[in-house]
């Protein structure tokens, strides 16, 4: 008996059992006698995806069945192969059909027989079975019974995927057809008042549905004809009150029918019936008349509305209807893509897929996840809407023949086709395997070793099922993940390119028109900029080719697509005979998609990069976005001046420094914004980034001075023939003194020098004045680099006093004269280059002067607020908003900066830490100090941070500075991206913006004003 067992439950293991124990109980039934010796059966069992749960099933069902029938069962399943298989292999793929043949153990009949060669056998007998049928629990039962014999063909090998597929569609439109025939005996007055049709859509539409799974239908009414008025009569009040009465009878059989298929009884439930794809979605009326849904159509339905109109087909209630329905709606799918925010929409509509995600899901999603059914359907629905304007034989409603059409007219080249073909099967079967086994509307791959090893030996795999399951399924999804990319773009290539056979080629004009549907807005430069790019034999012309289906997807996910592709080319044309370069974005991917995001985002890096192509170099290390140090820079700059043998060439060379840094800082920017780059984690703080690009463009501002200020002096000396006279320092004022620096912000300073001892006073003066002179003349000189505009205005007296004064000289000025702004303008000064003994006593003269010991006064602190309601009136630029002023209006720069000044005027002698010149750091300090409430300090720091961030927004996007967001669409678009905001919603950009700045105002007003 020991080695008899020891021999089985070896056997048992063998055949695939997981638990030997169990099933040799099992085996060892009553009601297996006559079979549990046959060895065919445990080879039968052993071939199934679950060998155990089959047993169990088996058992299950032979208990449930009386004496002289199970005999009959087991009688045939050794004897018959084909019913063999078919049993065990429901019984070991789902544990649902089990339980139903236990409920209905007679149903096993249903997997005796069926024709082979009939395409849906057993459908037409389910549904001519249920023509008369008054009970929905019949109907649950005979649903059941059908889906025995599909699943049965399904795992056996007999049906393929599109076959099944269809199949479950036709038990679909079947079983609507009963629900709707139930609901009408039930209600034949309410089917007397209308003609009600069903219009499947989604999967049941296109008849690839599948085991579980919403069926999403739209209802159309109308009143029944009368034999003495035609279809289409005028309308008039009787015919409005009849269309009125047929939608109300329509809705209430509408929704018995869907209750009859969603209903859960004792007999469980068929699934769900979706109608939330129809006009307004869950908001909208249930059943509308044809003229309403045209109506609706025409006027307000988004681009996914007409995409997932590509499937709609009638499939149940009145026919004639149901085809008026589809011939008036076809000819406006075809035409989305025409509209105006069609590329806007469908960017939308990917990034609402991927969000809606939960995290924990990502991995496991085979539906929506990356590289997952959701990237294929979604690829070549996209194709079908922008090819199918003009090709009528690519509107199928089915996903693989849509495929196949779409490569037979050369919009697919049919390698790629193959792939993704053998992709959308692979996964497609895999859902259908998880949703198999316990009729459940899943898309997540288990996560448990069972689940997973039913699912591996469900999909064929033997040996090693968990194993080799993950790694097809991932070596599948990343297949996706590719051609995804690839399908909507490779072909431009081939238009241009003359690639391929003429079969497998996709036309010019065909490509154009792809061109213009990505929201490229001139598709013929487009083209012209691909032919020269990809033309030719060349081995860089084949390096291109492999890199622009991906870039051109990464342009054409930004703002301004037709900018991206013409900074890659100009770059290419400046780049293209270096080695490196092309090497660089094939072998480096975060590289090639760092370039696509710097040129398609704006104006500023790419005319930067333009002047110096070299700095696509920085693009692939993972540090070469990162900011230089201030000392590092100044050592640069110094070192270059000193190398230059005129004041124009030093200059030449500080400009240079400063060209790459301002890109290094942009790009970076840029990358860490958008953190959607391979590498990156994600966007970036915005805080943090405000604060990193501040202090790098203070940086390599005071470099640039540090290195004009060198070449300044040495013209100077050179020119007078002696050494100068005065020591010199440059201090930094406003933003710049405050390292707050946006991209455009002029450089505020102050001029102090001292008498070297023994030199006479005006001599000094005078050579101190021309070196200031030179420094500014230098900096002014023309250039295309963005200019570094070097304003002295805050001197005492302004634009009447000198512009150089000795340290003396503003000594006694501060004492005698000065002025309650000037104090405040002081409160950002610090020395940023020159002598640096004399700027640190500077610095020292101005502390009594900036940090008064007793506060400001009452006085002051009048004159303050005078000053600033006078520049609110007066300086803000005529026709401006003060809502969206980023630096004046209302809640923006000027107001949280005042704010945090008088804050320092009135406590920074007495409160220590409030003596910095960065306003945020200062604004921390005050609440720090318990100055200010926290939650006033986090308004006023998020409308600073944000206003800087527009600033800076508008001169990455412009090229040029600015205070107020861009009138032209695509700029403010591009400006919207900058900020967070999804494409298509600059107007929310602006809405939230002046929210935000709008609480920081009433901050303001409490604060400053009444404070």
């Known amino acids: 008996m020991q080695g008899r067992r020891s021999s089985t439950f070896t056997r048992l293991l063998r055949h695939g059992f997981t638990d030997p124990a169990a099933a040799e109980r099992l085996l060892d039934a009553d009601v297996l006698t006559a079979v549990r010796a046959d060895p065919v059966l445990l080879e039968a069992l052993g071939a199934t995806a679950d060998p155990d749960l089959a047993l169990l099933g088996l058992v299950r069902l032979a208990e449930a069945l009386e004496p002289a029938e199970r005999r009959t069962l087991l009688d045939t399943v050794t004897t018959a192969k084909p019913l063999r298989d078919r049993l065990l292999g429901v019984l070991g793929a789902s544990e649902a059909l089990g339980d139903h043949l236990v409920r209905h153990p007679a149903d096993w009949h249903a997997l005796v027989t069926y024709e082979a060669a009939d395409l849906h056998p057993g459908v037409a007998e389910f549904e001519a079975g249920l023509s008369t049928a ?205 509209r105006e925010h069609f590329v806007t929409d469908v960017q939308e509509m990917r990034r609402r897929v991927v969000d809606n995600i939960p995290a924990a899901h990502v991995d496991r999603e085979l539906k929506l996840g990356p590289g ?162 990809a033309s030719g034999v060349s081995r860089k012309a084949a390096i291109q080719r492999t890199l622009l289906p991906v870039l051109l997807a990464w342009f054409a996910d930004s703002a301004d697509p037709d900018a991206g592709l013409l900074g890659f080319r100009k770059v290419s044309d400046a780049l293209g005979r270096t080695p490196w370069y092309l090497r660089l974005l094939r072998d480096e991917g975060a590289a090639a998609q760092r370039l696509a995001r710097v040129l398609s985002s704006g104006r500023l890096a790419p005319d930067l990069l333009m002047r110096a192509p070299e700095a696509v170099a920085m693009l692939g290390s993972p540090d070469g976005l990162a900011p230089r140090g201030h000392a590092a820079l100044e050592q640069e700059v110094l070192a270059a001046v000193g190398r230059a043998e005129t004041p124009e060439q030093a200059i030449a060379a500080v400009r240079g420094v400063r060209r790459r840094e301002l890109f290094r800082t942009a790009a970076g920017d840029l990358i860490d914004t958008y953190g959607d780059d391979e590498e990156s984690g994600g966007p970036a703080d915005p805080s943090v980034l405000v604060d990193r690009v501040g202090t790098a463009v203070f940086g390599l501002t005071s ?6 200020l060198r070449a300044a002096v040495r013209a100077v000396t050179d020119r007078d023939a002696r050494p100068l006279p005065t020591r010199l320092a440059v201090i930094a004022m406003g933003r710049f003194g405050g390292r707050e620096l946006a991209y455009g912000s002029d450089a505020d300073v102050l001029f102090v020098h001292e008498p070297v001892p023994g030199a006479d006073p005006d001599r000094a003066a005078r050579a101190a004045t021309a070196v200031a002179d030179e420094l500014r003349r230098l900096l002014q000189v023309p250039t295309a680099d963005p200019p570094l505009l070097v304003d002295a205005d805050l001197r005492p007296e302004g634009k009447s006093g000198p512009l150089v004064r000795s340290l003396a000289s503003y000594e006694a000025y501060y004492r005698r004269w000065s002025q309650v702004w000037e104090s405040q303008a002081l409160l950002r000064a610090a020395p940023v280059a020159g002598d ?19 506060g400001l006064d009452e006085d002051g602190v009048r004159e303050i607020r005078r000053l600033k309601a006078r520049m609110e009136s007066e300086r803000m630029p005529r026709g401006a908003d003060p809502t969206t002023h980023a630096k004046l209006g209302r809640g923006g720069l000027s107001d949280v900066e005042w704010t945090v000044q008088l804050i320092q005027l009135r406590h920074a002698a007495r409160v220590p830490a409030l003596r910095t010149t960065g306003t945020r750091r200062a604004l921390a300090a005050a609440q720090a100090e318990g100055l200010i409430e926290a939650a006033d300090a986090a308004v006023l720091d998020e409308a600073w941070v944000l206003a800087t961030r527009v600033r800076n927004a508008v001169m990455l996007v412009r090229g040029r500075p600015g205070d107020t967001f861009p009138g032209d669409s695509r700029e403010l678009a591009a400006v919207a991206r900058y900020l967070g905001h999804p494409a298509g919603h600059a107007g929310d950009m602006l809405d939230d913006y002046r929210r935000r700045t709008r609480r920081a105002r009433a901050v303001v007003e409490r604060l400053f004003y009444e404070g």
């Open 703 to 708: 470099a640039t001075i540090a290195g004009a």
């Open 134 to 338: 008054r009970d929905p629990d019949a109907l649950r039962v005979a649903y059941r019974r059908c889906l025995l014999g599909i699943a049965a063909r399904d795992v056996c090998g007999t049906s393929d995927l599109v076959r099944t597929a269809a199949e479950l569609a036709d038990l679909a439109t079947a079983t609507l057809r009963a629900a709707l025939a139930i609901a009408t005996a039930e209600a034949p007055a309410d089917a007397a008042a209308c003609r009600l049709s069903v219009i499947g859509m989604g999967k049941c539409g296109g008849h690839e549905l599948n085991y579980v799974s919403d069926v999403d239908v739209v209802f159309v009414a109308e009143p029944p004809i009368q034999p003495e008025q035609p279809a289409e009569a005028p309308a008039d009040p009787a015919r409005q009150q009849a269309e009125t009465a047929a939608v109300q009878a329509a809705t209430r059989l509408a929704a018995r029918m869907m209750r009859i298929c969603s209903d859960t009884t004792a007999e469980g439930t068929i699934w769900p019936v979706d109608a939330n794809l129809r006009p307004e979605g869950k908001n909208g009326p249930l059943v509308r008349t044809l003229a309403s849904h045209l109506a609706y159509y025409r006027r307000w339905a988004k681009t996914w509305e007409f995409q997932a109109l590509l499937k709609a087909r009638p499939v149940a209630g009145d026919a004639a209807l149901g085809a008026e329905y589809t011939a008036a709606i076809q000819p406006m799918v075809w035409q989305a893509a025409e």
């Open 836 to 854: 640096a003994d004399l700027g640190e006593r500077f610095t020292a003269l101005i502390d009594p002067v900036r940090y008064p010991a007793a």
């Open 372 to 533: 997952g059914l959701r990237d294929v359907e979604f690829a070549v629905q996209l194709l079908q809407l922008v090819h199918g304007r003009s090709d009528a034989e690519l509107r199928s409603g089915t996903t693989l023949t849509a495929l196949a059409e779409l490569a037979a007219g050369g919009y697919v080249g049919r390698a790629d086709a193959a792939a993704l073909d053998a992709a959308y099967r692979f996964l497609r079967l895999m859902e259908h395997r998880i949703q198999l086994h316990k009729l459940r509307r899943t898309h997540l791959v288990p996560d448990d070793e069972a689940g997973l090893r039913r699912l591996g030996r469900g999909l064929g795999f033997r040996s090693e099922p968990v194993e080799r399951l993950d790694r097809e399924w991932r070596r599948h999804a990343r297949e996706v993940r590719r051609l995804h990319e690839k399908l909507f773009y490779r072909p431009l290539l081939d238009a241009v390119a003359q690639l391929g056979t003429e079969e497998s080629r996709l036309s010019t004009a065909a490509a154009r028109e792809r061109l213009q549907a990505l929201g490229y807005a001139d598709p013929a430069a487009a083209m012209r900029h691909l032919e020269a790019l």
